[in-house]
């Protein structure tokens, strides 16, 4: 069974830098090598300036035609699910408020489609481009729903409605996507020096929050490690994230939309994908269950490594 081996492989050569960035982040935090305040300047940075020129650029390139296919409305089907699923846990078991719930949607339904999806899309499933329309439709459907919810749920925007209503506009993720898909349309550039600008500083946003993600483990205990309610909520994250998630994309793929065997493991293989860093980078920014957020972050990356293994082992044709 060649197949075994490779995408071992693959997998592994994708989580390592993943890994090997949150450890510099730690250590940076354990030596205090940047200070006190490092974590809160970094991710100031990423939110507000690396993460949107990343989208930006990556949107502005992508033709926005690929984004609906049947692929996608089963990826879309099992987000949805695990979105849902997550928030209703949030509210009901753990009793959580409005803006938390989206963060408990969001670390059971948002894949870590940019930096971990692309890589292992192009390894395992040889084509990197079956992620672009992940990428699109988390960044343009998902990311303005679940961030105006947690606007709204925060408590400047309980005081003032006509400011919550106004939030995912003021937002510069939402802004910089929206101004990637309106380039795209329009079939716009940048010229040529700050389109430049643009990628260098789009470069920078996943490696800087991954060493924050790692500035944050250092002192914290944890859900993995905190009462037993903490760890319930983790543990019920980690298990829609990684296994509900991709099973409900295989359940629409395969028996609603019958697709095809490689156009169904590119969908699970996407779905089993854990959850984003970006989801720790939004929680921190609204200060909702940024604990969560975290650990869900950290032990979703680390689970997904066997079952994202064994859902491309399974499904992989001829494998």
Not at 78 to 97: E, I, K, N
Not at 230 to 240: H, K, N, T, Y
Not at 244 to 253: C, D, E, I, K, M
Not at 302 to 315: D, E, G, P, Y
Request: proline share 6%; charged share 10%; glycine share 10%.
């Amino acid at each position: 069974m060649p197949a075994a081996p490779h995408a071992l492989t693959a997998l592994l050569s994708a989580f390592v830098p993943l890994w090997a960035l949150t450890v510099v982040g730690y250590l940076a935090g354990r030596t205090g090598l940047l200070g006190g305040d490092a974590e809160d300047v970094l991710g100031r940075f990423v939110f507000h300036i690396a993460m949107p020129a990343a989208l930006f650029t990556l949107l502005a390139r992508t033709p926005l035609a690929g984004f609906a296919n049947a692929s996608m409305l089963a990826f879309a089907a099992g987000t949805a699910l695990t979105l849902l699923l997550g928030a209703a846990a949030s509210r009901r078991f753990f009793r959580r408020g409005p803006a938390e719930q989206a963060v408990g949607g969001l670390v059971a339904g948002y894949v870590n489609s940019g930096n971990l999806g692309i890589p292992v899309a192009a390894q395992v499933l040889g084509d990197a481009s079956v992620v672009a329309p992940v990428i699109l439709f988390q960044v343009l459907v998902v990311t303005p729903l679940m961030l105006a919810v947690l606007g709204a749920g925060t408590g400047e925007a309980r005081r003032r409605a006509g400011r919550a209503l106004l939030a995912p506009v003021r937002n510069p993720i939402v802004l910089a996507a929206a101004a990637g898909g309106v380039f795209s349309a329009a079939h716009w550039q940048l010229p040529a020096a700050l389109n430049g600008s643009c990628d260098l500083l789009g470069r920078a946003g996943v490696p800087t929050a991954l060493v924050m993600l790692g500035l944050s483990l250092h002192g914290a205990r944890g859900a993995a490690t905190g009462p037993a309610g903490a760890r319930a909520e983790l543990g019920a994250a980690v298990f829609l994230k990684t296994l509900v998630q991709p099973a409900a994309a295989y359940a629409a793929g395969r028996f609603v939309l019958h697709l095809p065997p490689h156009q169904l493991l590119a969908t699970v293989v996407c779905s089993a994908l854990p959850t984003a860093q970006n989801v720790y980078v939004y929680a921190r920014e609204y200060g909702a269950a940024v604990a969560l957020a975290r650990d869900a972050v950290v032990v979703s990356t680390l689970v997904s490594m066997v079952t994202l293994s064994a859902f491309a082992l399974l499904l992989t044709p001829g494998g």
